[in-house]
């Protein structure tokens, strides 16, 4: 029986060569492909701002800081980083605020480029830009945690940025949204042939003209130090991972609870042993007061071959650590005050007591630099006697009136940071030299003059050897210290520019034409 032929549908070449044969016949249009693929993918074109803002802040970077004395660019660098970060940041954020905190925390970097001041000028540009992130409605309660946040990711949050970047354009470009020319591929395929090429072309060229070969050869005598390239690329990286986490800086969800670490170690601690550790304690410092009281104000008599310099410098820093581990105890046995009525009395009287021994070693601290004269070390031992007092008074107000252990945390360091501040805008080297200029022309002082040591002071200090050397020319100095006691103003850039260097600059250069005039007319004619 034969098969019946069945054709399913019209063949492909009938349906294309009679599309006329059909009663709403219209000639077929042809629409163009749509492309697969946008110009960039969508990845890309979210981090574009981000990466020109990078690239942008790295340029800024190596003209400031590429071959100079870090300065007023520092400054200058860390209000560029505020400025992007405005411009990236969500709608309707306070800018207001966070630039007035950034200016205070400039302050200190303009005055002086020290490491104080860089120390406030980070510390400020890291809490204005996580402000710029935080909602009006949130209030400030969230600052801490956000710029703890921003402080955290600065080590890592730019290697992660790469790292997402690499693996969304390996995304985009194995899914097919990246365009052809982003494949290495694609651009062997299509420009290997026309540059080897012109590459040949050009050779037989360079060897046919002698005019041309020179210019050539002219234009590539480049002298390329390749460490000092290295260098400059490490500085583009380095710059380009710490810039980038003030540009991705997110709010927090949560506030940041302050709260005092729980150790979960006793020491032995109980409303009985502390009650008996007070009362010891206490007879102790008493013992200590009453010595120190006949000794600095009684006149009492030191053992045979113990000056009072000795005796001060034996004494002050013990006397200081003696005193911070006073404020931890008082902390440690708070939680028991309220088993015995007697506790109270005695932790308040165990703080008194600590306050009057900061003031001791620092009278002893007084009394030692009377002897030896100023040095860092000294100056900074006063400031921190200072402050350790302030804590202990703090301590014994937040023990009277039950204050949480946040209230005592947050005064404590508005203290500390206050008196960092101010001590950013002192120039303790040039206190320092005068110091020691002055205790070199008594000759009531006995001790040798450290030169050594007031060379090491560095150009801060310029002015006041200036002015401690000069007219007073009966000071014996070594040989070796004379480029030292005769300062120059130092050369600088503007980028390595402060008040401070151009201050000490204006003087001597004043001083230097003072000087220039009385040597020509020594008596005044």
Same mark, same amino acid.
Request: aromatic share 10%.
């Given at each position: 029986?034969?098969?019946?032929?069945?054709?399913?549908?019209?063949?492909?070449?009938?349906?294309?060569?009679?599309?006329?044969?059909?009663?709403?016949?219209?000639?077929?249009?042809?629409?163009?492909?749509?492309?697969?693929?946008?110009?960039?993918?969508?990845?890309?074109?979210?981090?574009?701002?981000?990466?020109?803002?990078?690239?942008?802040?790295?340029?800024?970077?190596?003209?400031?800081?590429?071959?100079?004395?870090?300065?007023?660019?520092?400054?200058?660098?860390?209000?560029?980083?505020?400025?992007?970060?405005?411009?990236?940041?969500?709608?309707?954020?306070?800018?207001?605020?966070?630039?007035?905190?950034?200016?205070?925390?400039?302050?200190?970097?303009?005055?002086?480029?020290?490491?104080?001041?860089?120390?406030?000028?980070?510390?400020?540009?890291?809490?204005?830009?996580?402000?710029?992130?935080?909602?009006?409605?949130?209030?400030?309660?969230?600052?801490?945690?956000?710029?703890?946040?921003?402080?955290?990711?600065?080590?890592?949050?730019?290697?992660?940025?790469?790292?997402?970047?690499?693996?969304?354009?390996?995304?985009?470009?194995?899914?097919?949204?990246?365009?052809?020319?982003?494949?290495?591929?694609?651009?062997?395929?299509?420009?290997?042939?026309?540059?080897?090429?012109?590459?040949?072309?050009?050779?037989?060229?360079?060897?046919?003209?002698?005019?041309?070969?020179?210019?050539?050869?002219?234009?590539?005598?480049?002298?390329?130090?390749?460490?000092?390239?290295?260098?400059?690329?490490?500085?583009?990286?380095?710059?380009?991972?710490?810039?980038?986490?003030?540009?991705?800086?997110?709010?927090?969800?949560?506030?940041?609870?302050?709260?005092?670490?729980?150790?979960?170690?006793?020491?032995?601690?109980?409303?009985?042993?502390?009650?008996?550790?007070?009362?010891?304690?206490?007879?102790?410092?008493?013992?200590?007061?009453?010595?120190?009281?006949?000794?600095?104000?009684?006149?009492?008599?030191?053992?045979?071959?113990?000056?009072?310099?000795?005796? !001060?410098?034996? =004494? *002050?820093?013990? &006397?200081?650590?003696? %005193?911070?581990?006073?404020? #931890?105890?008082?902390? $440690? /046995?708070?939680?028991?005050?309220?088993?015995?009525?007697?506790?109270?009395?005695?932790?308040?009287?165990?703080?008194?007591?600590?306050?009057?021994?900061?003031?001791?070693?620092?009278?002893?601290?007084?009394?030692?630099?009377?002897?030896?004269?100023?040095?860092?070390?000294?100056?900074?031992?006063?400031?921190?006697?200072?402050?350790?007092?302030?804590?202990?008074?703090?301590?014994?107000?937040?023990?009277?009136?039950?204050?949480?252990?946040?209230?005592?945390?947050?005064?404590? !360091?508005?203290? =500390? *940071?206050?008196? &960092?501040?101010?001590? %950013?805008?002192?120039?303790? #080297?040039?206190?320092? $030299? /005068?110091?020691?200029?002055?205790?070199?022309?008594?000759?009531?002082?006995?001790?040798?003059?450290?030169?050594?040591?007031?060379?090491?002071?560095?150009?801060?200090?310029?002015?006041?050897?200036?002015?401690?050397?000069?007219?007073?020319?009966?000071?014996?100095?070594?040989?070796?210290?004379?480029?030292?006691?005769?300062?120059?103003?130092?050369?600088?850039?503007?980028?390595?520019?402060?008040?401070?260097?151009?201050?000490?600059?204006?003087?001597?250069?004043?001083?230097?034409?003072?000087?220039?005039?009385?040597?020509?007319?020594?008596?005044?004619?």
């Amino acid at each position: 029986m034969p098969k019946q032929l069945i054709i399913r549908g019209v063949p492909d070449a009938i349906a294309r060569d009679g599309w006329w044969l059909a009663s709403d016949a219209t000639l077929p249009q042809h629409e163009p492909p749509s492309p697969t693929f946008p110009i960039l993918g969508e990845a890309m074109k979210r981090r574009m701002p981000w990466i020109a803002s990078v690239v942008f802040l790295v340029a800024l970077g190596d003209l400031l800081f590429w071959g100079y004395v870090p300065g007023v660019s520092l400054v200058i660098f860390a209000w560029a980083i505020f400025a992007v970060a405005c411009a990236s940041r969500p709608p309707k954020r306070r800018v207001i605020a966070p630039a007035l905190l950034l200016v205070l925390a400039s302050l200190p970097m303009v005055e002086h480029a020290q490491l104080l001041s860089f120390g406030f000028l980070t510390a400020g540009l890291l809490v204005s830009v996580a402000w710029l992130r935080i909602a009006p409605s949130r209030g400030v309660e969230v600052l801490g945690a956000a710029a703890l946040r921003l402080s955290a990711s600065l080590p890592v949050a730019g290697v992660k940025g790469v790292l997402n970047c690499a693996r969304a354009v390996s995304h985009e470009r194995a899914n097919g949204a990246l365009p052809a020319w982003f494949s290495a591929g694609y651009l062997m395929r299509n420009w290997a042939f026309p540059i080897g090429g012109s590459l040949v072309l050009t050779v037989l060229l360079v060897n046919a003209n002698p005019v041309f070969e020179r210019a050539i050869v002219q234009a590539f005598q480049i002298d390329i130090d390749l460490f000092s390239l290295m260098r400059r690329v490490l500085l583009w990286v380095g710059l380009g991972l710490l810039v980038w986490p003030f540009l991705i800086v997110q709010a927090p969800k949560a506030a940041m609870v302050v709260t005092p670490p729980k150790t979960g170690i006793k020491l032995g601690l109980n409303a009985g042993s502390v009650l008996r550790a007070l009362v010891m304690f206490n007879l102790f410092l008493a013992v200590q007061s009453a010595m120190d009281v006949s000794i600095l104000f009684g006149g009492a008599s030191l053992p045979d071959g113990m000056s009072h310099a000795s005796y !001060a410098h034996r =004494g *002050a820093y013990p &006397l200081l650590i003696t %005193a911070m581990l006073a404020g #931890a105890f008082a902390l $440690a /046995a708070r939680p028991f005050l309220a088993e015995h009525r007697a506790l109270k009395p005695l932790v308040l009287l165990w703080l008194a007591q600590n306050v009057l021994l900061t003031g001791s070693a620092a009278m002893r601290l007084e009394l030692y630099i009377d002897v030896y004269g100023l040095t860092y070390l000294r100056i900074y031992a006063l400031i921190w006697m200072g402050l350790v007092a302030l804590g202990l008074i703090m301590v014994a107000w937040q023990v009277l009136r039950e204050c949480s252990a946040r209230w005592l945390l947050i005064r404590s !360091a508005i203290w =500390g *940071a206050g008196a &960092l501040y101010v001590c %950013a805008f002192i120039n303790f #080297a040039g206190l320092i $030299a /005068a110091d020691i200029l002055t205790r070199a022309t008594d000759p009531t002082v006995e001790t040798q003059t450290d030169w050594h040591y007031l060379c090491s002071l560095g150009p801060a200090a310029s002015k006041s050897i200036a002015q401690g050397t000069w007219p007073k020319l009966q000071i014996a100095t070594p040989f070796w210290a004379t480029n030292c006691l005769n300062p120059q103003p130092v050369a600088m850039n503007w980028r390595e520019w402060d008040f401070r260097t151009g201050r000490i600059n204006g003087y001597l250069a004043v001083d230097a034409k003072m000087r220039a005039v009385r040597d020509e007319d020594p008596v005044g004619r």
